[in-house]
């Protein structure tokens, strides 16, 4: 008995006007959830708690069944997991932006002109930057996409009790990183960030690529600005806790990193690339692929929410197709009598927002033993009429792995 | 956008024989109530937890977002903010009654005989009191209605850990205070108060005004006694955590309290009374006002709680119809496509039983954005069916500022 579990990132809305007052998953034509809905059993489900909008890191802990509120330590150790880094325990993990500063060292743009090439040489060139009163600190830098990095600092008595040099808006000056407690710890950390930050800029200043930039016209990427320190969160692994293998098949950095921090495998499905272009096919034979070896198989589909985000309803429409066809490869192509499915959202992105929403997200799983209700389709509407009633995000993982036996028994 | 949440104080019933089997509300002629649940999401609502009866206190703590079991200090704070007093931090506040007590300090009478004059001219001679041997001791005393008063003690190194003086019951002795807990605070604050207790009934016994009432064959007023010792709870307002503006429409003295408590404003609506003759009319006009200048008004109609503690179940039917009157004028006399209206109770009170139980409240929401469900008209039992499924109190004002995209995202 194996469990796939296929996640529709923002899949879930709320009814659009423009759309006779139907939500895009009341529109699309999802003949594979709605057969999952109609021979499964149907709910919803608040990834966080009622009215709460989830992030999309606290979300998916919620969702593999770990309290965010108890175990989550920012999302920079996610990113930094996500796009391959080694993550040891204590170490310390920012987002970073390249950006563009002037000599008084305003923001001039955020991202550097959307930075598009060369950034990868540029993380190189601050990779394993030494400061010389610190020298027992170890920097590693990574490149991720556009203007998007990565920073980690390893070294003893780091703190992630610190703030923002990134002010999240331009033309002010960026922000000297301070500590967030009185402790030595968060101290130090804020003077390691400050004086990294300068050699960081120094070395960008003069960065052939940035003299090429200057003279292209272009904006030098001068600056790393950084956000969201975080560690690694301790966590019981997925697959210890359940006695199980588990894949994750997702092309974002967040989401691989989540799975790879709750102990899940990775795999890189040529493809798949986490926006609306993703070859939702691609993915879909990964994962019956992955039932050869793994007992739980999650499969993440971003471009859902990017539409959202963009209130373009029609192509959110076209992806929740996109996903019904990932969901139909699956249904046609595994044995019902030894898989549960299940669909659902991490979170509501209403097209009329743009932004995530509190918004319970629609639930149906399908498989041996579960007790089919009197759902016929698979909306926010009609699954909240199911028989699985109105759950939390920390239930999922327990309620699919209950399915296959896979849950321990509590007290005797 | 704009929420209005308008609150039937005991409003839900369970069936009722002589009803037919059907609850108040159900008998009820609601239109405006049904066309919130027909237009609107429907679920019913646990203000504390499955079976716990609410207390009037804590399920508005709930019901705003406030968990009792971590921020409930006692409710005398809340009487003592509900008449306006200005309750600091570490304040002790008391409810009291008058009382009439013998020689043996017996309790005759714990109301006075209902007493309906002069309890402002007795709450003045006690006011301002001070005690020889804790000079330092603060004594602010204020009558509320009838028989009932707020006495607030203000020094340093206060506790809220002792016993009440009232019994509870009459013939027998007034109880001393004691310390609950062995605290160096706790048993200087119960001597404060045995004290002061004693004072107190030195001014009552000879005041002119109890020697009138003796004269005229009445109970004299002669005693305080004093129940919930309750300090001011830490909270983060309302206003703050959602970013909004928020305002009372309430005139019962606790739910006054709980409101300016959680940081709202309040507003006096003449008519509005907190008793079954209350002009719902006004207190309908207020909120339409209100909501001028507030992104969040609450409206409380006591009515139909006081008709279930009386067991007069055709009184109540005819308080749930005042009850729709005034959403019938708000609905009336608002924009539907910037107002978010919800409907609930705090409580279930049912006739037959006289006082609040554990049973779900019914809650319908109407709204741009909301997820209509197939129930058609606002009952106990019918609401059950709706889309909301059944939530906690503490998920209520989330749930209502998520639609108008007040709650702050949890994580990234």
Known sequence: MMVVLVLGDGMADRPIKELGGLTPLQVAKTPSMDKIAKLGVCGIMDTISPGVPPGSDTAHLAI?????????????????????????????????????????????????GRIEEGGEELANA?????????????????????????????????????SDSD???????????????R???????????????????EILQSHPLN????AEGLLPANFVLLRGASVLPKLEPITERYGIKALCVAAGALYRGVCKAVGMDLIDVPGATGTVETDVIAKAKAAVEG?????????HVKGADNASHDGNAQQKIRMIE???????????????????????????????????????????????GVRADSVQRYSEIDCAEGGLGRIRGLDLTPTLMNYIGRVKKYGE
């Open 64 to 112: 593999f069944g770990y309290d965010p509120s108890k175990v989550y330590e920012g999302r920079g150790v996610f990113e930094a997991l996500g796009i391959g880094l080694d993550v040891k325990k204590g170490d310390l993990c920012f987002r970073s932006n390249f950006a563009t500063v002037d000599e008084r060292m305003m923001v001039l743009d955020r991202r550097a």
């Open 291 to 299: 039932l050869l070896k793994y007992d739980f198989v999650f499969v």
């Open 322 to 368: 996109k996903i019904d066809a990932l969901l139909g490869y699956v249904l046609k192509n595994t044995d019902k009598d030894e898989l549960v499915i299940a669909v659902t959202a991490d979170h509501t992105t209403p097209i009329a927002v743009r932004e995530h929403a509190g918004d319970p997200v629609p639930l149906a799983i399908m498989g041996p």
């Open 126 to 162: 601050l990779d394993g930057v030494k400061l010389e009163s610190f020298p027992e600190i170890e920097v590693a830098f990574k490149h991720s996409t556009e203007h998007r990095g990565v920073l980690i600092l390893r070294g003893r008595g780091l703190s992630r009790m610190v």
């Open 183 to 201: 402790s030595r710890e968060a101290e130090r950390t804020a003077r390691i960030l400050n004086m990294l930050t300068e050699k960081f800029h």
């Open 167 to 181: 002010p999240q808006v331009e033309n002010v000056s960026v922000h000297k990183v301070l500590p967030l407690e």
């Open 211 to 214: 003299v090429k930039r200057r």
